[in-house]
């Protein structure tokens, strides 16, 4: 799942933004890993057991998938999908020194 994101974000993010968004990207996912660890032991705190915990926890997850994957489709289906960005990779940098050729790159 988060390999497919970051294939999409290098897709359909400008070269110049990529790192920015990237480091975005990260932030959220620690900060949600910090947080679904708080829930799930505040959870488990409050029940004291492991089985009732972890079947919370997964029903919250797919709950929230759900709500997820509608709310985007929603989304994705009243406005067009923009441009994929046409080159995989950034064009290499000219080279200042006039007797290095293209091919050395």
Do not use: C, N
């Amino acid at each position: 799942m988060w390999v497919a994101s970051t294939v999409l974000w290098q897709r359909h993010v400008e070269p110049a933004y990529r790192g920015r968004v990237f480091a975005l990207e990260f932030l959220a996912l620690d900060v949600s890993f910090a947080i679904s660890g708080l829930l799930g032991g505040a959870i488990y705190d409050v029940t004291g057991s492991l089985a009732q915990s972890a079947a919370i926890v997964s029903a919250t997850v797919l709950t929230l998938g759900v709500l997820w994957t509608r709310s985007s489709r929603r989304v994705l289906a009243a406005s067009a999908a923009p441009a994929p960005f046409s080159a995989p990779f950034p064009a290499p940098l000219p080279t200042t020194d006039p007797e290095r050729k293209e091919e050395e790159w």
